[in-house]
């Protein structure tokens, strides 16, 4: 029963949180898969045959993997979405809700604001010295009307460490 146990815990311990030995043009999608461990989705790239394997590690990792996997089942790439310099991407009146999922990845929450007719999307953004939060605001057409990028009202600061 110890073996066992000890044997889920090395297995679990093995799983690589942002990818980290996998190789682009050489992992496949099951290496992929054995690394960081299933998907929390799967969507359709923007190459016809690709696809994206989504790894948000929210509330608490603040990042949002993106394992890009080509036509032939090889990786193309893994990338952390949830970056300062994405954010200069975003369009408001533009971008639609399917692009910004496309981009940034699942959102950590989402929550209704019938009285604005907005659909709020939140993603938490590691930064330094302070956490930062990015809320995405969707009108029923489904197209970004506002975002906001601040400091992540929820987040203290301990002398030293930063909890969340």
């Not at 029963?1 to 980290?20: I, K, N, Q």
């Not at 054995?34 to 969507?43: F, K, L, Q």
């Not at 790894?55 to 036509?71: K, V």
């Not at 990845?105 to 953004?125: A, K, L, S």
Request: charged fraction near 25%; charge should be neutral; aromatic fraction near 10%.
């Amino acid at each position: 029963m110890r073996l066992r146990l000890a044997l889920v815990l090395l297995v679990a311990g093995c799983a690589s949180y942002s990818g980290r030995g996998l190789a682009p043009g050489q992992s496949t999608e099951a290496d992929v898969i054995a690394t960081m461990g299933a998907p929390v989705e799967t969507r359709p790239g923007v190459i016809a045959g690709e696809k994206v394997l989504w790894y948000p590690r929210l509330p608490y990792g603040r990042a949002s993997y993106a394992a890009r996997i080509a036509a032939d089942g090889k990786l193309i790439g893994i990338e952390q979405r949830l970056t300062e310099e994405n954010l200069e991407r975003l369009e408001n009146g533009k971008m639609t809700d399917e692009q910004a999922h496309d981009f940034f990845g699942p959102p950590w929450r989402v929550d209704q604001n019938p009285r604005m007719q907005r659909e709020i999307w939140t993603y938490q953004f590691p930064a330094i010295p302070r956490p930062k939060v990015l809320y995405l605001q969707f009108s029923p057409d489904h197209l970004l009307r506002e975002h906001y990028y601040m400091d992540d009202p929820d987040a203290r600061l301990v002398p030293g460490r930063i909890l969340p």
